[in-house]
């Protein structure tokens, strides 16, 4: 159990280091989850457009 919680410590803490050096570079990174994210639901939402007519 403590591994977890220094395990969670270390990530927001490298989250935290990489947005303050690098903001343009993890706004890329936001920006490239949330349109795979979008990407993925697009596909979904025509597989099943697909499968129902």
């Given at each position: 159990m403590q591994v977890k919680k220094v395990a969670t410590y270390v990530g927001v803490a490298f989250v935290a280091f990489y947005l303050f050096?690098?903001?343009?570079?993890?706004?890329?990174?936001?920006n490239g989850v949330f349109d795979g994210i979008i990407n993925g639901a697009n596909q979904l939402a025509l597989f099943f457009s697909s499968?129902?007519?």
């Open positions: 050096t690098k903001p343009t570079q993890a706004a890329a990174a936001v499968v129902l007519t």
